[in-house]
């Protein structure tokens, strides 16, 4: 059974920071190509970062230079560093693992986590 539980997030100032971890389990974290996504109220989920199969990360443009996504396969986690924290980046942060095997996707998800920016 997979599970996939992330923890991390809360209320913070604009202009602050939080680190939202994902920790694995059920699964062969180091084959899967981890990422967050994040949903705000009356919004479609977006992707904020992800690492794709060759190992390089990508953003969407609204957080690059500002978050991180880093990953520690001894511990079958994948981070999340968030700083200079804006209003429009309030949204539950959810944890995805996806995998391509043959033209079959593998994606599982965590229950979110949600992060509020606000003074």
């Known amino acids: 059974q997979v599970q996939l539980v992330e923890s991390g997030g809360g209320l913070v100032q604009p202009g602050g920071s939080l680190r939202l971890s994902c920790v694995a389990s059920g699964l062969t974290f180091n084959v899967y190509d981890m990422g967050w996504y994040r949903q705000a109220p009356g919004k479609q989920r977006e992707l904020v970062a992800r690492f794709t199969g060759s190992g390089i990360t990508e953003y969407t443009d609204s957080v690059k230079g500002r978050f991180t996504i880093s990953r520690d396969n001894a511990k079958n986690t994948v981070y999340l560093q968030m700083n200079s924290l804006k209003a429009e980046d309030t949204a539950v942060y959810s944890c995805?693992?996806?995998?391509?095997?043959?033209?079959?996707?593998?994606?599982?998800w965590g229950q979110g986590t949600q992060v509020t920016v606000s003074s």
């Open positions: 995805n693992a996806h995998m391509s095997v043959i033209g079959r996707n593998y994606d599982y």
